[in-house]
């Protein structure tokens, strides 16, 4: 969990603020190529719900990106999958 907020410390706007309380664990998954850990919340400076997550496969990839789109879990897993992001 450190490593995940020290990555939204630098990437996502005002992450430098957020605690292990602000982020609220979704779901779990198993993709092709990884299996993933999704959180959301709030992005501190903006109010925009976002999505953190780690896959492994090897090596660990930690991810953020803003829901601009208003995407389901499940939908924005599958945009991971796709590498649409």
Same mark, same amino acid.
């Not at 292990?20 to 903006?46: H, K, M, N, Q, V």
């Given at each position: ?8 410390? /630098? +990437?996502?706007? $005002? *992450? ?11 779901? %779990? ?12 919340? /709030? +992005?501190?400076? $903006? *109010? ?11 090596? %660990? ?25």
């Amino acid at each position: 969990m450190r490593q995940l907020l020290d990555y939204l410390a /630098l +990437e996502a706007p $005002g *992450g430098e603020g957020l605690l292990e309380t602000d982020l609220t664990f979704l779901r %779990t998954a198993r993709l092709p190529r990884s299996d993933i850990w999704i959180w959301s919340f /709030l +992005e501190p400076d $903006g *109010g925009d719900n976002a999505y953190a997550w780690v896959a492994v496969n090897g090596i %660990t990839e930690i991810g953020y990106e803003t829901d601009y789109h208003g995407l389901k879990t499940e939908q924005f897993l599958l945009a991971i999958q796709c590498e649409c992001f």
